[in-house]
């Protein structure tokens, strides 16, 4: 497998002491390692002392949460409900629930482009703990014919999960650093913290409200041929932003590439699409949009859009000296020149104290 970036994104962080309305506010960043990528947090706090509060506050929720949701933890409750729901109905608690009912939700409203049970298909495809590789035809039936989200049944008056069959398995790798973002964020923000970007690998970001004295947070999105290069520039201000790429885990076999994001409908990896890009009012939603708008592609995705959930979308397909973009609702420029983030027609960027997001590799 190459891994070329871990990171989707490269995000450019401005505050502007010239416009802080909060002069006692400095800015916090604090990084470290969760559901298999590094999370960053950025806040505006009164001193280190708060900073660091609020950062133990999160850092544990997102800990929470991957206790909650990884299937790479024997311990956690998605691994119990996998290992259980085939022989009986599991009760769960209602955080797990919902997230389930949601992700469900999605997957037909997406006549199944998104769908949580693609556990199967994951591994066969040897990107479970692996590098991928192409799977036996024998491989490939075995999982196809469990893979469905029709598969799973939720009562909601029981609160249980029942598989239909053995072998039924849910992966949350395509909104589970998302939600992670939505619960992060409302403590924060009940905690008294006014100002944050919470950065899931730079594949899935949350902003709370605004650096002080600025419109919003400043998110480069980079190219997927050439990631030090931007192909848009936005503003975040209470939205998310994620992106789902076809560079984050692949593998190459006689001049194909194969990803890990599936057609489940196909049992296949989704082939002809570099990147998508969403921006929604929480970073579950961005989250499940972004992979779900990945395998649909444009034509389908707009039909999905047209119904809601509110969501901006740039789709990037073709090859790497000939881009094809395609939008729904994006609000800001793009450059199609591959041109460079300091030629943003929209903020010049002289003046600004900035961070820049590292990429980082698994
Ligand atoms: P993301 O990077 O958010 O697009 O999520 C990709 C991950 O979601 C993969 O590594 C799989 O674990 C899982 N996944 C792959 N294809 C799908 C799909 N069609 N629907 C839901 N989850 C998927
Ligand atoms: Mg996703």
């Known amino acids: ?35 298999g990528t590094k999370f960053t947090i950025h806040l505006f706090a009164a001193d280190e002392r708060k900073a660091a509060e609020y950062f133990e506050l999160a850092f544990d929720e997102i800990d929470r949460i991957e206790e909650v949701l990884s299937n790479y933890r024997p311990s956690s409750e998605l691994s119990r409900i996998n290992s ?48 991928g590789r192409y799977p036996s035809a024998e491989e490939l039936a075995k999982a196809r014919a469990v893979v469905g989200w029709k598969n ?55 902003a709370l409200g605004a650096p002080p004295g600025e419109e919003g947070w400043r998110v480069q999105i980079p190219q997927p041929a050439n990631r030090t290069q931007s192909v848009s520039s936005v503003l975040l201000r209470d939205a998310s932003l ?13 001049g194909r590439t194969y990803c890990h994001i599936f057609d489940p409908r196909i049992g296949e990896p989704v082939q002809n699409m570099l990147q998508t890009t969403v ?37 990037i397909q073709g090859e790497p000296q000939a881009l094809q973009l395609d939008f729904w609702r994006w609000p800001d420029p793009v450059f199609p020149s591959a041109s460079s983030p300091r030629q943003s027609p929209r903020r010049p960027l002289a003046d600004r104290q900035f961070v820049q997001r590292r990429f980082f590799q698994r």
């Open 1 to 35: 497998m190459r891994t070329l970036f871990k990171s989707a994104l490269v995000a450019l962080l401005f505050a502007s002491a010239a416009h802080c309305q909060s002069p006692s506010l400095r800015l916090f960043s604090e990084t470290r390692p969760a559901m």
């Open 84 to 131: 259980r729901a085939a022989q009986e109905a599991v009760t769960t608690d209602p955080e797990v629930f919902a997230l389930l009912r949601l992700a469900l939700d999605f997957s037909r409203r997406s006549n199944g482009a998104f769908d949580i049970t693609v556990g199967p298909l994951v591994r066969a495809w040897g990107f479970f703990r692996g590098e």
């Open 152 to 206: 799973v049944q939720l009562d909601p008056a029981s609160r249980t999960v029942h598989y239909r069959f053995p072998g039924v398995e849910l992966d949350l790798g395509a909104v589970g650093k998302g939600y992670a973002l939505d619960r992060v964020i409302e403590l924060l923000r009940e905690a008294g913290v006014q100002s944050a970007l919470v950065d899931a690998g730079s594949s899935t970001m949350l």
């Open 242 to 254: 994620s992106t789902s790429g076809s560079y984050e885990k692949f593998f190459r076999l006689n």
């Open 279 to 315: 921006i929604a009012s929480d970073a579950t939603t961005s989250d499940i949009l972004s992979t779900a708008l990945f395998v649909l592609g444009p034509a389908a995705g707009k039909e999905l859009l047209r119904s809601g959930p509110d969501a901006k979308v740039l789709w």
